[in-house]
């Protein structure tokens, strides 16, 4: 993918052109990201009230029991998406999916402890203790260039 930006003082809006061959799912995906709106917000509940938590205040995202639950320095928040779709939701940024009920902020890593055979343990700044599953292993390690 080549990527070309013009500067021009004159413009009075961001525009942006792709010029492609064929539209794949990749532009797809580019397009669906660019034009969603509120993209660093997510809608929790605590106690029957909705907050809008930003992503930068999430450490991590679970699924416990069938419910999905967001975890802030704040407190525990339950979702209304499903894994996937905040998956989906947050690719491109700090978020990263590390076993199949489970997506952490890498932002609010405290360390990794590669020293478990075939595993990695995750300690996180709330002080919260979690695995990466031996199927996201490799893509962990792609994603920390070791």
Do not use: H, W
Not at 8 to 16: F, G, L
Not at 47 to 56: F, G, H, Q, R, S
Not at 80 to 89: A, T
């Amino acid at each position: 993918m080549n990527i070309e930006i013009k500067l021009d003082a004159d413009c009075p809006e961001t525009k942006i052109l792709i010029t492609t061959k064929e539209m794949t799912a990749e532009i797809s995906s580019l397009i669906k990201r660019m034009s969603e709106d509120n993209k660093q917000l997510l809608a929790g509940f605590q106690n029957d009230i909705l907050e809008l938590l930003k992503l930068e205040d999430l450490i991590r995202i679970y699924s416990e029991s069938g419910k999905i639950y967001a975890i802030t320095n704040k407190g525990t928040y339950s979702l209304r998406l499903r894994l996937y779709e905040l998956e989906d939701r947050l690719i491109g940024s700090s978020f990263v999916r590390i076993s199949n009920s489970e997506i952490i902020n890498l932002q609010k890593v405290k360390n990794f402890d590669l020293s478990l055979t075939g595993t990695i343990c995750v300690t996180l700044t709330n002080q919260t203790v979690t695995y990466v599953s031996r199927r996201y292993v490799s893509k962990i390690k792609k994603i920390l260039g070791i």
